[in-house]
């Protein structure tokens, strides 16, 4: 796994000045790719979602593509983000087009023009301290099962929430007060 010391660094010399749009752009770009390193996944197989600033529905912050696509509602009984958020656990699901969700997000085109399936996710919490403003999900996608690649494992996730927990304190300083998908 990528050492994520190295991003806090990088973290610690953009965040003190607080929120800008450009702070909180690079912060998210940044998390993005970390994951997508250390797990051998596109850019289109991490999404961060931030709830607005009630707590009642959740915004896409990355991918770009998604950022005005909609919001889901913390209380969405069908939808695999507002579940890891209420249940305030991380998941993972293998069998990921097998179970009830919502289908809609998956249908937007990505940056390669093609709609590609989620068959595998892994999600956990954004917090820092005692508040709770996201999650991060994980996913692999395909044409088919077979192209999805490798399950996501325990040591996964508990790699994903450990260095989320490091990540959101600097995510927090840059978090705007409002945010309600809307990147300038």
């Not at 702070?23 to 051998?40: E, G, L, P, R, T």
């Not at 997000?105 to 709770?132: C, Q, T």
Request: glycine share 6%; with cysteine; aromatic share 10%.
């Amino acid at each position: 796994m990528k050492d994520i010391n190295l991003l806090l660094e990088k973290f610690k010399m953009n965040t003190g000045g607080g929120h800008s749009d450009a702070a909180f752009k690079a912060v998210i770009n940044d998390i993005a790719k970390f994951y997508c390193d250390n797990f051998d996944l596109d850019s289109d197989e991490v999404a961060i979602l931030l709830t607005d600033k009630d707590n009642m529905v959740m915004s896409f912050a990355y991918p770009e593509h998604l950022v005005n696509a909609g919001m889901i509602p913390v209380s969405s009984p069908d939808a695999f983000a507002a579940r890891v958020y209420k249940m305030n656990r991380g998941m993972i699901e293998n069998n990921f087009n097998q179970m009830k969700h919502l289908h809609l997000f998956e249908y937007i085109k990505g940056p390669n023009e093609k709609v590609r399936r989620i068959w595998k996710m892994m999600s956990a919490i954004i917090h820092a301290g005692d508040l709770k403003f996201g999650i991060i999900e994980l996913s692999r996608k395909g044409d088919n099962a077979d192209d999805a690649g490798e399950d996501f494992l325990p040591e996964n996730l508990e790699f994903l929430e450990a260095s989320i927990k490091e990540i959101a304190p600097y995510l927090r300083k840059v978090l705007p007060g409002d945010f309600r998908g809307q990147l300038r």
